[in-house]
């Protein structure tokens, strides 16, 4: 590990000594956006730097903006841990060659990876694995350039009494923890697997700065088909509680005092609810393509990439479009009444889904605080005391309500949608990213033709207490390798931890459709188990 003074004098890669290693599994990818975003929306993770370019913020690239302890976050969340510096290194040289970089000796060049000269915008980081050709041996992508990378270990100024077991160098305690393998900011020396400097481990403005996690392995444990308890792109990031990907958060019924007097919020009337299940994000743009390719919904109106992530609001859609998901979800959308509850964390006399305190950008995506939606529980500060997301900022929502210029007259007291008299106008909730903070407070209503779709109207599913019987799981059977086996008959989805869901359950013709990996208590496939089709 390290270098030879006689080759090259770099004495924070010196004295070289020789590393034992054990089998350990890493990840193939350096931890994208999305990924990143999942876990903090499981609460796990806090978000990483915010107002970056929207260039830097794709689903693919890796993420950036998170300090050291936000990453070991992350991959504690994962089940796994940042790598060891000897492990890195020896992961980096392709299982521990004498090679100045991944792929080899040759000088590192923009086809092989991505340092200084080599992306637009005058240097950004690139979708991950974008450079195969400088992957090491066993198929590691940007173990060279695109981001630096955090490793567990303190930065010492040499190896001198470095461990020799490949563990981490955690004593005595530095000032800055190691990085390793160079970025697009590097030039081409700082890309080879040897070189390494160190960084303040509680600064998250490293805009070139990313990670990825490790495991142990045993030697005698099989690697399965992918070598990290990482979730593959493509992944849903949401935990299904039912089909669709939806996660259902329980609101409990009660009586409240819904509006705030003032205009079209007037006046103020008290308004009892039966206990129903709000949807806990938005609907996402991954999840209403699934509803397209179901050919039961159509395609929203088109706003640009920055506004396709598969983890942003769909956007561009009318009130009919938004229906049409609802109803294909086994739901509908909400009345105003239950929205405006569920929004005040269950009716509370609070302004903001949050409290009373004024919304900001930590809690909202409003005006100011974003060039466009932001993927969805971006702003756990920002979640009702339920933990549903989004209820004030990103987009606006739709609800199932005929708009109506005031409360006056008979609105419904029983939290059902005031459909009659008619009106030409439907209406939304919840503020956006193009608008104020006045517009994210929880009474504040808007309306627009049905018809119509912006880019910043969306949505979410409501469904009543007791349809979640219906959301059954056909266990059918299980695929590791070459080998295979039988689960149990039919299970409920929250305790299916060894055999792998075959498919949703349809009451209506009780057969099992679309299958899918089994999923843990994330919400990501088991390492390598893969359903068989076979209900």
């Not at 370019?53 to 302890?69: H, I, M, Q, S």
């Not at 490293?206 to 593959?232: C, H, K, M, W």
């Not at 009716?347 to 949050?354: D, L, V």
Request: net charge negative; glycine share 12%.
């Amino acid at each position: 590990m390290g270098t030879a003074q006689t080759t090259e004098w770099l004495p924070y890669t010196q004295p070289q000594h020789q590393v034992t290693v054990n089998t350990f599994q890493m990840a193939k990818t350096l931890v994208t956006n999305k990924q990143y975003r999942a876990c903090v929306r499981a609460g796990a993770c806090t978000p990483s730097l915010s107002n970056l370019p929207p260039w830097y913020e794709r689903d693919t690239n890796p993420v950036v903006g998170v300090d050291w302890n936000q990453a070991k976050a992350f991959s504690e969340w994962v089940g796994g841990r940042l790598p060891s510096e000897a492990e890195w290194e020896y992961a980096a040289r392709s299982g521990g060659k004498d090679w100045t970089y991944p792929w080899g000796d040759d000088a590192a060049t923009c086809e092989m990876a991505v340092i200084k000269g080599c992306t637009p915008h005058g240097g950004t980081p690139v979708p991950v694995c974008s450079k195969p050709a400088g992957n090491t041996t066993q198929g590691l992508c940007d173990m060279a350039g695109n981001v630096w990378q955090w490793v567990q270990d303190w930065y010492h100024e040499s190896y001198l009494s470095a461990p020799t077991d490949g563990s981490a160098w955690e004593n005595p305690a530095g000032y800055d923890r190691a990085v390793r393998g160079g970025s697009y900011e590097s030039a081409t020396g700082d890309a080879r697997s040897a070189l390494r400097i160190g960084r303040a481990p509680n600064r998250p403005d490293y805009t070139d700065q990313g990670f990825r996690p490790v495991r142990a392995i045993s030697p005698q444990e099989s690697l399965p088909p992918e070598t990290a308890n990482v979730p593959p792109e493509g992944t849903p990031a949401v935990t299904r509680h039912s089909k669709h990907g939806i996660e259902w958060v329980a609101i409990p019924g009660g009586t409240f005092t819904m509006g705030s007097g003032n205009g079209n919020e007037g006046p103020a009337h008290s308004v009892t609810l039966k206990p129903f299940q709000l949807a806990k994000t938005l609907v996402t743009n991954e999840q209403y393509k699934a509803c397209m390719q179901a050919g039961a919904c159509t395609a929203p109106k088109e706003f640009g990439e920055r506004f396709k992530g598969d983890d942003q609001p769909v956007v561009g859609v009318d009130w009919h479009q938004s229906e049409a998901f609802a109803k294909w979800a086994g739901g509908r959308l909400p009345s105003e009444a239950q929205w405006e509850y569920a929004a005040r964390s269950g009716g509370t006399e609070q302004k903001y889904p949050w409290g009373n305190e004024d919304a900001t950008c930590d809690r909202a995506l409003i005006s100011g605080c974003g060039r466009a939606t932001a993927s969805v529980c971006s702003k756990p500060a920002g979640n009702t005391q339920q933990g549903l997301c989004d209820m004030a900022g990103n987009v606006w929502e739709w609800v199932q309500d005929r708009y109506h210029e005031s409360y006056s007259g008979t609105p419904p007291t029983d939290g059902s949608a005031w459909e009659k008299p008619s009106s030409p106008y439907r209406v939304f909730r919840g503020g956006s990213w193009e608008d104020g903070a006045d517009h994210a407070r929880s009474t504040c209503r808007g309306r627009l033709e049905p018809g119509s779709s912006l880019r910043n109207i969306g949505f979410r599913v409501v469904r009543p207490v007791g349809q979640e019987a219906s959301a059954k799981c056909c266990v059918t059977s299980w695929r590791w390798g070459s080998e295979s086996g039988t689960c149990s008959d039919q299970q409920t989805c929250q305790a299916i931890y060894g055999c792998c869901i075959g498919g949703d359950y349809d009451p209506s013709n009780a057969s099992c459709q679309a299958a899918k990996p089994y999923l843990d208590e994330h919400g990501y496939g088991n390492w390598g188990f893969r359903c068989a089709n076979n209900p």
